[in-house]
């Protein structure tokens, strides 16, 4: 045994979030290890490079189980067999019911692409854009039974320019998502974040962290 605590991830596609956390973990000082992804579609092309660095990974399809129960009780069993003491969600595209966010109560992560909670949901860059709003970033947080909420652990912030596509901004903020996910699995899984009510509460004082975004000032 690795001592390490053992932990899930469950993409949807791309996987890219999954592969930042895969790279994390490859340092044997990280206090996590990743012993399994889980896909609920077998096209997605995340499963290739987890497969690469070595993983074990399985599809769960929705429509060959029929219903969400279905789907939900098989992914439950998948991960317990695996040994998972927490599943990180990385860019899991589908719904999770009450019945399996409760099962993994504080135990399941998620990253979403805006400072929730603004912008839960999809099509966060474009409803970013058309708000106006000068600051956006992204959000790692234990999840509730609501779309995109829960406890935070971790934000980061960038700058919206007017010239911004929504593109752009996604590409900037993924890179941020990229950094923050293993910074808050690290923080969780070390024991240096724990919820408190809905909030989670850090080890660390983080007040004099620097401002992100400051905006052009004249003189
Ligand atoms: C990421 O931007 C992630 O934040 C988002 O999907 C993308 C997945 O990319 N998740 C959500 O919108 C969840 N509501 P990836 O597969 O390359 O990690």
């Not at 790279?23 to 499963?47: H, M, Q, T, Y």
């Not at 992914?75 to 589908?94: D, K, N, P, Q, S």
């Not at 959000?139 to 995109?148: G, L, N, W």
Request: glycine share 8%.
């Amino acid at each position: 045994m690795s001592g390490r605590v053992p932990v899930a991830v469950m993409i949807s596609g791309r996987g890219s979030n999954m592969a930042a956390l895969i790279e994390a973990c490859a340092d044997p000082a990280f206090p996590a290890e990743i012993v399994l992804v889980l896909s609920n579609r077998e096209d997605a092309k995340g499963l290739e490079t987890a497969a690469a660095a070595g993983i074990p990974t399985k599809v769960i399809d929705y429509r060959g189980k029929g219903s969400r129960e279905a789907f939900e009780d098989a992914a439950i069993e998948a991960l317990e067999e695996a040994g998972a003491e927490y599943v990180c969600l990385a860019g899991f595209m589908r719904l999770l019911s009450g019945h399996f966010v409760e099962r993994w109560r504080d135990r399941l992560i998620n990253i979403h692409p805006s400072l929730l909670p603004a912008f839960p949901g999809l099509n966060t860059h474009e409803r970013a854009l058309q708000s106006g709003v000068k600051i956006t970033g992204c959000t790692v947080h234990f999840v509730r039974a609501e779309m995109d909420s829960g406890p935070i652990i971790a934000q980061a912030a960038v700058p919206v320019s007017d010239r911004d596509t929504a593109e752009a901004l996604a590409a900037r903020v993924l890179k941020l998502e990229h950094q923050i996910y293993p910074a808050a699995l690290s923080l969780v899984t070390s024991g240096k974040a724990r919820v408190a009510g809905e909030r989670v509460i850090l080890d660390e004082d983080t007040s004099e962290l620097k401002p992100l975004a400051v905006p052009p000032m004249d003189g």
